[in-house]
C-alpha cells in the first residue's frame, strides 16, 4: 500500500464535525482561566457543536482565546473571551512567517485528523518513498541550521553521525526548554504535537536511527501531557511502531522527562540523564554524533529544528531558501515578553531586524522609551534599544561581540529598569546553575557575582576586572553554559558603559 | 518511628513496585526518581536506598545524581509552598512588587519562594500557589484570597 493511499484510508474514518469550538489551552493560557472557559462551554454549547482543545496561536497577549467558524456569540455573551479571529489577533499573526507554527490553535491538539487534514504526515510519506540517503541531500540543499540555539547545520551533523558505522544509532529530540524568556518549544508541543512526531521520524529516517527519545523538561507539564497523548494516537493509528504508514519503517518514540537545571539542555548533559547519571556535561571530543547515548552515535535535534522538516519536504530546498537570510534560510521563533503590550511568540525571517521586530510585534510606540533589550536569556546579555536597529537576528554573535540570538527570548526592558540589575539577575542566574564541574565557571560566576556588589548603589568599580574575569570563564569552561556565563558582563560593559 | 517490621514491609512493597514498573537499567534512574518524588512528594532517605538495591546503583550515587536536579527534593515539604517568579520578564511586570506585597502581608504557614523563569513570561507576573500557576498577577487582596483560599 503506498503511503496516499495509507493517509486517504485513515482520514475517510472520520467525520468532520461542521460546527467545531477550539478552546487554546496552553501553558500561558492555563494560567490565565483557559480550562475553566472550556468547561463552561462544554456545559452551555448544545449536543451538535463540538468543544476540542488547540494550542495558543502564539498571540497570548489577549489569552485566553477561542478558535470557531460557526457563530456562537449569543452562547458566549458573560464569558470573557477573545476569538482567535479578531483583527488584533489576525494582525499579529498574517504579518509573521509560519513555517513551524503554521495552523498552530486553529488545528485540535487533541486528535490527529486536523493535523492530517492541513496536508500531515504527507512529508513522511513521501519521505519514506525516498531513499534516506535523498532526504540528508534535501536538507543539505535546504542550508537548515539547528534551532536550539547554536546554529550548527543540521545536515552536517547528520552525517557526522551515519559516517560512524554502527548497528544503533539514536535520536534525542531536545526539548528540554530551559532558557529563561524563552517559551517557543512549548508553544510548539502544545499546539502542533504531530508536527514534532512527524519531523521526528523524518530525521530518524534519513539518518538510519534505531530509537527515539523525546525528553522535555520537567516543568512543562502540558506539553509532556499533549506530547504522550499524540504519541499514543500516532501508535494506534500506525504513524508509530512497527510497519509506519504501511511501510516497512519501524521506529519507537520513548518520551521522558527531564528533572530541573538549566544545564540539561545541553546536548552531553542530557545524554548524561538519560544514562541515569549525574547532571554535568561531558568532555568533548568524542562528540554525541559519534558516542552519545551509550556510546553509540547519537544526533541531538532541537523540537524547532525537527518541526522545520515536513515543510521542506512539501515545499522542497530552493522554496526554504527563499526565505530568510542567505547563509541562515528559514524563520526563527521568538519569544517576545517584557516592556511590551504584545508579548507572545512570533515567528519571523531569519534576518529580520531586532528593533522593527520589538515595536512591530511588541506595539511599541515609542522605541526610546525601553531602557534596553535582552536578548537570549543568560548566555547572551543587553543592548541598547538604539544599537538593536543595526542588529538582525541570526546566528552566532549578533552584533559581533558579546550578544547572541540564543533559542529566540528578547525581553524588552522598561525606562524604569536598572540594566545593570537586569546584568546582575543574569548573572546570579548563571551562578545558581553552574553543575560545578568546571572551576572557571563554579568560581567565577560566584566571584564575578561579588564584584558586581548586591545593592542599587553598590554599583562596581572596576570593569577592567570584571571584564577579564568573564573572559576568562567564557575561554576556561567545558559546555555551554559557562562558556557565555560572561557575556551578560561583557555585554553590559560593550553597550551601557 | 516505624517498627523494625514496618520499616521491613515499606522497603519490600515499593522494591516490588519499582520492579514491576522499572528496568533494573541504569537508564531507569531518573524515571525512578520522579515516581518516588510523586509518590512521597520528597525523596526519602530509605527510598533512594531501595531504588538503589534495585537498579544496582549504589545508593551514594543515587544520591548524588538525586541532588543536581532542582526539581527533587529531599526533603519534606513543611509548608504551603507559593512560588513568585521573579525573572527579568516578570520584575519588568511587577514581580518585584509582589513578592514585597507578600511579605508584607505574612500569611500564615506559607512559604514564599521564587524561580528565576517559569517560561510563562507572556502572561507575566506568574505566581504558582499549590503547583497550580496563575498569569497577570497583581499585588492585591485578590492574591492574597487566592494563597489564603
Known sequence: ?497 | MASVGEERKRRNELRRELIGKFPRDRSSLLPALHYLQETFSFLPDWGIEVLGWHLGVPSSEVYGAATTYTELSLSIPSHKTVIVCDGVACREKGAIQILEFLKEKNIDGVEIKTTDCAFMCSVAPAVSVGHTWYGRQVPDNSLAELIEG
Request: charge should be negative.
Open chain 1, 1 to 497: 500500500m503506498d503511503t496516499e493511499k495509507f493517509l486517504d484510508s485513515i482520514i475517510s474514518k472520520h467525520q468532520k464535525h461542521d460546527s467545531e469550538v477550539l478552546v487554546q489551552i496552553s501553558q500561558c493560557s492555563l494560567a490565565v482561566g483557559a480550562e475553566g472557559i472550556f468547561n463552561s462551554l462544554k456545559e452551555r454549547l448544545p449536543d451538535d457543536i463540538s468543544v476540542d482543545y488547540s494550542g495558543c496561536d502564539g498571540a497570548c497577549f489577549v489569552a485566553p482565546k477561542i478558535h470557531y467558524e460557526k457563530d456562537i456569540g449569543h452562547y458566549l455573551e458573560d464569558i470573557s473571551v477573545v476569538n482567535s479571529a479578531d483583527s488584533v489577533v489576525r494582525d499579529y499573526i498574517d504579518s509573521q512567517t509560519r513555517i513551524v507554527l503554521e495552523n498552530a490553535g486553529t488545528m485540535s491538539a487533541s486528535g490527529i485528523y486536523g493535523y492530517l487534514r492541513s496536508r500531515g504526515f504527507s512529508a513522511l510519506g513521501r519521505a519514506l518513498e525516498q531513499s534516506p540517503e535523498e532526504i540528508v541531500d534535501l536538507i543539505e540543499g535546504s542550508g537548515l541550521k539547528g534551532r536550539g540555539g547554536a546554529y550548527f547545520p543540521v545536515s552536517v551533523k547528520w552525517r557526522s553521525a551515519l559516517s560512524v558505522n554502527s548497528q544503533e544509532r539514536h535520536l534525542v529530540v531536545n526539548a528540554e526548554e530551559g532558557e529563561p524568556g524563552v517559551f517557543k518549544d512549548r508553544h510548539v508541543m502544545e499546539s502542533v504535537p504531530f508536527r514534532l512526531i512527524e519531523g521526528a521520524l523524518i530525521a530518524a529516517y534519513a539518518t538510519r536511527c534505531t530509537s527515539i527519545r523525546l525528553y522535555v523538561n520537567a516543568e512543562a507539564h502540558l506539553s509532556f501531557n499533549r506530547m504522550q497523548k499524540a504519541l499514543d494516537i500516532c501508535r494506534a493509528e500506525g504513524f508509530l511502531g512497527s510497519k509506519i504508514m504501511g511501510t516497512d519503517f519501524t521506529i519507537e518514540i520513548e518520551i521522558m522527562k527531564g528533572a530541573g537545571g538549566y544545564v540539561c539542555g545541553e546536548e552531553s548533559t542530557l545524554l548524561n540523564t538519560i544514562e541515569g547519571k549525574r547532571r554535568e556535561p561531558r568532555l568533548r571530543p568524542p562528540f554525541p554524533t559519534e558516542s552519545g547515548l551509550n556510546q553509540q552515535p547519537t544526533i541531538i535535534n532541537n523540537v524547532e529544528t525537527l518541526c522545520n522538516l515536513p515543510w521542506i519536504i512539501l515545499n522542497g530546498s530552493d522554496e526554504f531558501r527563499k526565505i530568510g537570510d542567505i547563509d541562515t534560510p528559514g524563520t526563527k521563533i521568538i519569544s517576545l515578553s517584557g516592556s511590551v503590550s504584545t508579548p507572545g511568540v512570533v515567528e519571523v525571517p531569519m534576518g529580520s531586524n531586532l528593533q522593527d521586530l520589538v515595536i512591530k510585534f511588541g506595539d511599541v510606540s515609542n522605541i526610546d522609551d525601553l531602557s534596553g533589550i535582552a536578548i537570549g536569556g543568560p548566555s547572551s546579555g543587553v543592548i541598547t534599544s538604539s544599537a538593536a536597529a543595526n542588529l538582525s537576528i541570526g546566528p552566532g554573535f549578533i552584533d559581533g561581540k558579546s550578544v547572541m540570538l540564543g533559542a529566540g527570548g528578547v525581553i524588552a526592558l522598561s525606562k524604569e529598569t536598572d540594566v545593570l540589575q537586569v546584568v546582575r539577575k543574569l548573572s546570579e542566574y548563571n551562578a545558581n546553575e553552574s553543575c560545578g564541574k568546571c572551576t572557571p565557571c563554579r568560581e567565577g560566576t560566584q566571584r564575578l557575582l561579588e564584584m558586581m556588589g548586591t545593592g542599587p548603589k553598590g554599583a562596581p568599580t572596576d570593569w577592567t576586572g570584571l571584564g577579564s574575569l568573564a573572559e576568562v570563564i567564557n575561554a576556561a569552561s567545558l559546555c555551554g553554559l559557562g562558556q557565555a556565563a560572561g557575556n551578560p558582563v561583557l555585554s553590559y560593559n560593550t553597550y551601557f558603559q
